[in-house]
């Protein structure tokens, strides 16, 4: 099928929930992705902030196809070699005093759980988000985004929700009480346009909550695997080394194949029991395959040091270019802001056959690539940039 056939069969019969680039993705490897027209893209937005390893990488690929000819799927009710290995995988990598992992099959599913865990755990109900902040589209998640276009299509709001400012704790103390079960947060927002906090928020967000009893969850979503230059954001020089009581993860986990999870420390298991939590398809073993895989390809690779590379080659490349007020986020989890709305420049970047991915603030264009993605690709964006709408691309068809 050429494009025109697959775009109008696709709309026929699928619901029109999203705006959609003009193109048919077909075969992808590493950063680049090849479409239904031959035609070949740089993929800086990471198919959608999931392909942290890179479009089809060998080791993650391999692992599949080799679980896929034992057994698909079973799952938490029997054991599993790949299950035990991943989950042990994921907690040594994750700061110390997280130590038990709940698997799921996404961002969303991630956070409903884990603030249901801190609900359980403190017996109180009321949780605690911020302005900017964007927490996945089921019904607590929902009601814990601030942004508006979504958290008005999740109404009725479960009850017990509150706002309080991005980086300002005294906003956090006028709504934090002993009524509190917690806070969640993504340490950087990424939708809202890659905001970002001081390090020290972090710190003071973990004594008031230590002070009052409160539990915290940052929302890894994005920002874990690797992403910002660290493994995680909780327990880097960041968060100002601050561990929360749950890391929530989804996205970049299995490099494709949807897998979510919940990282605990004790204070959060010793309240879990059987039956507490569930998913049919949580911790199913084409999804450990992909996650154990893709946690290997990243240490393997150091997919983490090129994480910091990028960014300050980014940085240095875009240096005092007209038009750019800022580069914000860290690894690859970067925004950059223009004087100019965003829209013209995604488009003229996507017709000259780089995708990069938009954010609620009209400015900031954001980046989220392969963590391997190399610095002559990143170049490909900054001459892109430096030259306007006059660039020519320099990718080879
Ligand atoms: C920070 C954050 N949390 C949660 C989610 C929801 O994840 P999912 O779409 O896998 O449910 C997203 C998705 O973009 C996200 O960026």
């Known amino acids: 099928m050429n494009f025109n056939e697959i775009k109008q069969l696709e709309d ?7 705006k959609k680039m003009d193109v048919a993705v077909e075969r992808g490897e590493g950063s680049w992705v090849w479409t239904s027209e031959g035609e070949k893209y740089l993929d800086l937005y990471g ?6 390893t890179g479009h089809a990488h ?6 599949i196809q080799d679980q896929a000819e034992k057994v698909l799927f079973y799952s938490n009710l029997v054991y599993s070699d790949l299950r035990a290995r991943a989950a042990e995988k994921l907690i040594s990598v994750a700061p110390a005093d997280l130590t038990k992992a709940f698997f799921c099959n996404s961002g969303t599913e991630a956070n409903e759980n884990a603030m249901r865990m801190t609900r359980m755990a403190t017996g109180r109900e009321k949780i605690i988000s911020f302005s900017g902040s964007f927490h996945g589209r089921t019904a607590d998640s929902i009601s814990a985004t601030f942004l508006g276009k979504y958290r008005d299509i999740g109404k009725p709001n479960v009850p017990g929700h509150v706002m309080a400012e991005f980086g300002s704790l005294e906003s956090v103390k006028a709504v934090a009480d002993h009524e509190t079960a917690a806070i969640i947060l993504e340490p950087i927002q990424s939708m809202a346009g890659v905001r970002e906090a001081e390090p020290r928020f972090f710190s003071e967000l973990r004594m008031l909550s230590d002070d009052l009893g409160i539990m915290l969850i940052f929302d890894e979503v994005q920002t874990g695997i690797g992403r910002t230059g660290n493994w995680f954001f909780a ?11 749950i890391v929530s993860l989804a996205k970049s986990l ?5 897998v979510g999870a919940c990282l605990v420390n004790e204070k959060v298991s010793f309240h879990i029991k059987e039956n507490d939590l569930g998913t049919t398809f ?3 073993m084409l999804a450990m395959a992909a996650t154990l895989a893709t946690l290997e390809a990243v240490e393997n690779d150091k997919m983490i040091e090129n994480a910091r590379r990028v960014e300050s080659y980014l940085r240095d490349s875009l240096a005092g270019v007209p038009g750019i007020v800022a580069i914000h986020g860290k ?4 925004g950059i802001e223009f004087a100019e709305k965003w829209d013209q420049i995604h488009s003229r970047l996507l017709e000259n056959k780089i995708i990069t991915g938009t954010s609620s603030n009209p400015n900031v264009l954001r980046l989220l690539p392969p963590l391997n993605v190399a610095a002559e690709q990143i170049e490909l964006l900054s001459q892109n940039l430096i030259m306007g709408s006059s660039a020519v691309y320099s990718g080879v068809a």
């Open 282 to 284: 949580g911790g199913g």
């Open 47 to 52: 198919g959608h902030a999931v392909c942290a």
């Open 235 to 245: 327990g880097s020089d960041l968060a100002d080394g601050v561990v929360p009581d």
């Open 12 to 18: 026929t019969y699928q619901l029109a929930t999203y």
């Open 331 to 334: 690894g690859c989890l970067l």
């Open 254 to 258: 299995g490099s494709g194949i949807p």
């Open 58 to 63: 060998p080791h993650v690929v391999k692992a």
